[in-house]
C-alpha cells in the first residue's frame, strides 16, 4: 500500500519545485520506514507513468481542432513550443530538473508529434533525474542521522550565537535613540 500511495504522489506531484516525493522517501529509507530498490523503481514508474500518459495525450491532443474560446491557450502551446524547438536537444534528457518543465516537455513532444524515441529520452532523463536526487538525499539523510546529536548541538550553540549578537544590537540600538 506504501509503495502505491508513493507512486501516485511520484505521479501527481513531482517537478513541482521540489522533488518532494524523493525527499520524503529517502528520509523514510533513512529511518527505516521503506526499501531503497522497491522505492526507486516505484518512482521511476511513476514518472515514466505521467511522461506516457502526457506523450500520448499531446500527440491526440494535435488532432483536435481550436475554436476562438482556446486562443488563449493556443497563444501560450505556440510561446512553449518555441522554447521547445529551440532547445529541444538539451531540454529532454534534463528537464524534470527544471520546475514544470519536466511536466510540460512529454506532452509537448507528443504534441510535436515527434517519434517515439523522444519519449525514449526523456525516460532517460528521468533516470538521470531521480538518481542524482534519490542517491544525494539518500546519502544526506544517512550522514545527517550518523551525526544528528553533533549536528543538534552546532545548530542550538549558532542558535544561541545568533540570539546573543541579535539582542546586543538591539541593546545599542535602544541605548542610542533612547524614547
Known sequence: MKYLLLFFATFLFDNSGTPIPILTTTALISVGK???FPSFFTIYLG?????????????????????????????????????????EKILLPLCKFVPWVGKATPFLAG???????????????DLIYES???????????VFLEF????????????????????????????KHPR
Open 34 to 36: 521503506l526499501k531503497i
Open 47 to 87: 514518472l515514466l507513468s505521467w511522461d506516457t500518459l502526457t506523450f500520448f495525450a499531446g500527440k491526440k491532443l494535435k488532432s483536435v481542432s481550436f475554436n476562438l474560446k482556446w486562443k488563449f491557450v493556443r497563444k501560450i502551446l505556440i510561446e512553449f513550443l518555441n522554447v521547445y524547438i529551440s532547445s
Open 111 to 125: 504534441y510535436m508529434e515527434r517519434p517515439f524515441r523522444t519519449l525514449l529520452v526523456i525516460w532517460a532523463g
Open 132 to 142: 542524482v536526487f534519490f542517491f544525494t538525499t539518500l546519502t544526506a539523510g544517512r
Open 148 to 175: 544528528s546529536k553533533i549536528l543538534g548541538i552546532v545548530l542550538f550553540a549558532v542558535v544561541i550565537l545568533v540570539y546573543l549578537l541579535w539582542k546586543s544590537r538591539i541593546s545599542k540600538s535602544i541605548v
